[in-house]
């Protein structure tokens, strides 16, 4: 048995070019929440705040996400 598409939920789309499962999983959380900060990401990934401005910091180079004071969103 197929697994059925689910009305009104869209599948976000993954740049080719995130390797990193970390950095997936944060582009994918920005995707599903709209944006965050650095302590929801970390609380919310369970992943150390380092490792967060590191992938972030990447993210922000491959102009992939935006930030706006705290706050983190995808462009």
Same mark, same amino acid.
């Given at each position: 048995? $197929? ?9 976000? $789309? ?5 390797? =990193? ?5 944060? %582009?994918?959380?920005? =995707? ?11 609380? $919310? ?7 967060? %401005?590191?992938?972030? =910091? ?18």
């Amino acid at each position: 048995m $197929s697994p059925q598409p689910t009305a009104g939920i869209e599948t976000p $789309s993954m740049p080719s070019e995130l390797e =990193s499962p970390r950095a997936k999983l944060v %582009y994918l959380f920005l =995707s599903t929440h709209g944006e965050a900060s650095i302590s929801e990401l970390e609380s $919310s990934l369970d992943m150390k705040k380092m490792s967060l %401005y590191s992938i972030l =910091s990447t993210l922000r180079e491959r102009e992939l996400i935006d930030q706006d004071a705290e706050r983190y969103q995808l462009c």
